[in-house]
């Protein structure tokens, strides 16, 4: 189980991460697909090859290929949308924030699964990409939809568990072999 041995991975100074990474998984508001779907978007968006390589063959156990691919298909367009709305939101002047975007979002419309699900995944990428203007977006989207303020937090937390644990890993990794590069020098 992909869980367990990210959880074995994570040091002891991350004893939290690694409590945190078994109850976001097991204890939630989400449905399966909404979970599993967050966890796959979550790693893709966090970059961390390990922990997508261990946490994805778990999400696809739980997923069908066509919300596998709706995940990954929000963890690809928020990457785009959250630099780009992000920057509007960021800079001082008011007028980029009325120009036409000009990029393609086709997928917004029409994600292959229930529209809850994918706003769900955006969500949980958007926390981990820091962009307040895709946050607001798509919890207003959702909660015009009937979903739980309890719901959309779970999203989030999961993604921050997510996003804390391929982080502290790829730290981990990284450290270490800088460690075994200067014992060999």
Known sequence: MAVARLRELLPDYAR???LNLGSVTSQSNLSAQQLWGTVLAAAIA?????????LEPEALGHLSA??????????ALMAMNNVYYRSLHLLADEE?????????????????????DFE?????????????????????????RGVTREVIQDAIRVAS????????????ETSSGIDRVAAAV
């Open 161 to 172: 568990v997510v996003h804390a644990v391929a982080v502290t890993i790829e730290a981990l």
């Open 120 to 144: 769900l995944w955006s969500v949980a990428v958007s926390a981990i990409n820091g962009c307040g203007r895709c946050l607001t977006a798509h919890e207003h989207e959702l909660r015009g």
């Open 66 to 75: 066509e919300a596998a691919t709706a995940a990954r298909t929000a963890a």
């Open 96 to 116: 980029y924030s009325r120009l036409r975007a000009g990029l393609r979002m086709n997928a917004l419309a029409n994600p292959g699964v229930d529209k809850v």
């Open 16 to 18: 939290d991460l690694r």
């Open 46 to 54: 966090s970059r961390g090859r390990t922990a997508l390589v261990e």
